[in-house]
């Protein structure tokens, strides 16, 4: 008895002992693009960034809408379905949209939604369901709606 209890200690507290092999090292993961719209200052016109957001460990609909919605923006989106390669969502309260973003901001900020969850695989076109007011209106995007603004 006394036998077994000297081995069962010398096997525990040999397997406690660290071994020489060495970590594996970590595997970076993808860095994980966003877009970003601005109006260019000499031209007017709209440009589209691509930004690296850490942020965001995933492409998926749930995330670019935490993105989108935690930027600090008085919009928020919230999803409703997505049916083929379009995403549908609505904006319950459009008023600071459509009334107190000005004529461009309106579009900045429709264009920065749309490209972001058209990053995503398999979804080329975003529907909006919002109340339609002097800035925007409601509809089905694309990126190609943007292309010359």
């Not at 406690?16 to 595997?27: A, L």
């Not at 601005?38 to 993105?67: C, E, F, H, R, W």
């Not at 008085?74 to 008023?95: C, M, Q, R, Y």
Request: glycine share 8%.
């Amino acid at each position: 008895m006394r036998s077994l209890l000297y081995l069962s200690a010398f096997i525990i507290i040999f397997s406690s002992c660290g071994s020489n092999k060495k970590e594996e090292p970590e595997i970076p993961v993808a860095e994980t693009y966003l877009w970003e719209a601005d109006l260019n200052d000499s031209t007017g016109l709209l440009q589209m960034k691509k930004i690296i957001n850490p942020a965001v460990d995933s492409l998926s609909i749930l995330s670019v809408i935490d993105y989108i919605n935690g930027e600090g923006s008085n919009i928020k989106l919230e999803f409703v379905k997505k049916s083929g390669d379009t995403i549908f969502l609505k904006i319950p309260d459009a008023e600071y949209l459509t009334q107190r973003m000005g004529s461009s901001g309106p579009t900045v900020y429709l264009a920065g939604v749309v490209y972001n969850f058209t990053e995503i695989p398999g979804i080329n076109y975003v529907n909006f369901d919002f109340e339609e007011g002097d800035h925007a209106q409601p509809g089905t995007y694309s990126r190609e709606s943007f292309s010359n603004n």
